[in-house]
């Protein structure tokens, strides 16, 4: 029995290091896309084309992101805005758009 429990966690442990992965890969395309919009100006089409495709949709799925057209417009909006992944995931963005919004909260 301690074999199997062991082999379960083992294999969960597997699995949660390929979601991260695939995860990894999803925000190297979000990346590429707002390269992609500061270039060229079609960083939000070129991501949308991606997550639509058979590729696209894999990788989300792979990443434990719901491949729908919900998912998309996130995705889309998220390049329009132009905020490189490292920097909104940073602590000190984070920081920044709480305090923004604590100061349109009290301005209303």
Excluded: H
């Excluded at 199997?4 to 395309?29: I, M, Y």
């Excluded at 896309?33 to 070129?46: F, L, R, S, T, V």
């Amino acid at each position: 029995m301690r074999d199997f429990v062991d082999g379960s966690a083992f294999n969960f442990e597997q699995g949660q290091r390929a979601r991260k992965l695939f995860a990894a890969v999803v925000l190297a395309a979000l990346d590429d896309a707002i390269a992609d919009d500061k270039k060229y100006g079609n960083g939000p089409e070129q991501i949308a084309r991606w997550a639509r495709s058979r590729d696209g949709r894999e990788v989300l799925s792979c990443a434990g992101i719901d491949p729908n057209e919900r998912v998309v417009k996130g995705l889309m909006d998220f390049v329009s805005k132009g905020v490189r992944t490292s920097v909104a995931l940073s602590r000190e963005e984070s920081e920044r758009r709480m305090a923004a919004e604590a100061e349109e909260a009290e301005a209303a």
